[in-house]
């Protein structure tokens, strides 16, 4: 017979398959045990590869990516706080790539927010649709065959369309961060990444630390090509050595508390 932990476990296991992120103290008050219990079960959870721990929780670890729709729900706190980071790094730019993904959807919001007199090339629909809310911001939108889980334009003709254009600034996320470098979910998608970067003076690579250490089919840049990584919370200890032994700067963003 299952000893109380374990069926506390299992518990937690089907809380966050039915709301994919949560926080300790909603694990807490749903199971009625105390936040350290609930905080020992996530790091043992972690440990054994069936977590991933998050700033005051943690999801589920996936083996693919999710739909855009799905990821919009998740982390929104983290995103906040990478975007809001993101906008005070990029201040000055006039010209702008963006790739898809939710943290950049968040980032386009507080770019459409706190900056002004921009043109801003993208591939997916609901990082434009944030943008068009400024007037001030043009924002060209590349062509492409449309991935309905992606929200996104990908192929030849959204590359040869990206391929014309140089900008200050590309602002992509990514599904995985590797020790080799930042990889992606679609292998569509990671050429767009790849070209856009190719573009810009400058990299700006935007994702949560539930995205350490993952490895997913398409890595799209060695950490050698990044500029700068914003994200929530300090890498592991692995993953920050190739940050540093290439050069990546680091920006810290946590989220705001409650």
């Not at 299952?2 to 089907?14: D, F, M, P, Y």
């Not at 591939?123 to 943008?131: R, Y």
């Not at 014309?164 to 679609?186: H, N, R």
Request: net charge neutral; glycine share 6%.
């Amino acid at each position: 017979m299952a000893n109380k932990k374990t069926l506390r476990q299992n518990e937690i296991i089907t809380l966050l398959r039915e709301s994919p992120a949560m926080r300790v103290n909603e694990l807490a008050g749903t199971l009625n045990v105390t936040a350290e219990t609930i905080r020992r079960d996530l790091d043992e959870m972690t440990e054994k590869g069936l977590l991933e721990r998050t700033y005051g929780g943690a999801i589920l670890r996936l083996e693919q990516e999710p739909g855009i729709n799905v990821r919009h729900s998740l982390l929104v706190r983290e995103r906040e706080a990478i975007a809001r980071q993101t906008v005070k790094e990029i201040k000055g730019a006039s010209h702008l790539m963006i790739g898809s993904g939710a943290t950049t959807v968040h980032v386009a919001r507080y770019i459409a927010a706190e900056m002004s007199n921009l043109t801003v090339i993208v591939h997916s629909f609901g990082v434009a649709i944030e943008l068009v809310h400024n007037p001030t911001i043009r924002v060209l939108m590349a062509p492409g065959v449309y991935s309905p889980t992606e929200g996104a334009n990908h192929g030849e003709h959204t590359l040869r369309f990206l391929e014309k254009f140089w900008v200050d600034y590309t602002i992509v996320s990514a599904s995985g961060l590797s020790l080799e470098g930042p990889c992606d979910a679609l292998i569509d998608a990671g050429e767009v990444y790849a070209t856009m970067m190719s573009r810009a003076f400058q990299t700006v690579l935007t994702a949560d630390q539930s995205k350490f250490n993952l490895k997913f089919p398409a890595r799209f840049a060695y950490w050698g090509e990044v500029d700068l990584l914003v994200t929530d919370a300090r890498p592991t200890d692995r993953l920050a050595t190739m940050l540093e032994r290439h050069g990546v700067n680091l920006r810290v963003a946590p989220p705001r508390p409650f």
